[in-house]
């Protein structure tokens, strides 16, 4: 059954980096736009960013800007969401998401056909 798997998450001080994998098993991404989400403990899934099948990126959440990054690796099966100057309101599962087509679908989670199962970020001193 195809489904997404991520990986890289853990605990980390205010300021520090985390590097989170995304891999596919059972497709490929090479025709799919990648979301990432993330959800904190009683608020609602937040888009964060997505990169389309032709590698243009989209940024949903400003607060992100210029310290997340998105890149594909292993070819067509892996994404890698680099966190970098992390704050405690970074503190959250985040999760990624792929969606069959040309273009990011939007900050939207049931606009995505493919979850992962999450995985914990935790910024704190």
């Known amino acids: 059954q195809a489904h997404l798997v991520e990986s890289g998450g853990g605990s980390v001080q205010p300021g520090g980096s985390l590097r989170l994998s995304c891999v596919a098993s059972?497709?490929?991404?090479?025709?799919?736009?990648v979301g990432w989400f993330r959800q904190a403990p009683g608020k609602e899934r937040e888009g964060l960013l997505c990169?389309?099948?032709?590698?243009?990126?989209?940024y949903y959440t400003d607060s992100v800007k210029g310290r997340f990054t998105i890149s594909r690796e292993n070819g067509k099966i892996a994404m890698l969401l680099q966190l970098n100057k992390l704050e405690p309101t970074d503190t959250a599962v985040y999760y990624c998401?792929?969606?069959?087509?040309?273009?990011?679908?939007?900050?939207?989670?049931?606009?995505?056909?493919?979850w992962g199962q999450g995985t914990q970020v935790t910024v704190s001193s």
């Open positions: 998401a792929a969606d069959y087509g040309f273009y990011c679908p939007g900050p939207v989670p049931h606009k995505y056909e493919y």
């Open positions: 059972g497709f490929t991404l090479d025709y799919y736009s």
């Open positions: 990169i389309s099948s032709s590698s243009d990126i989209t």
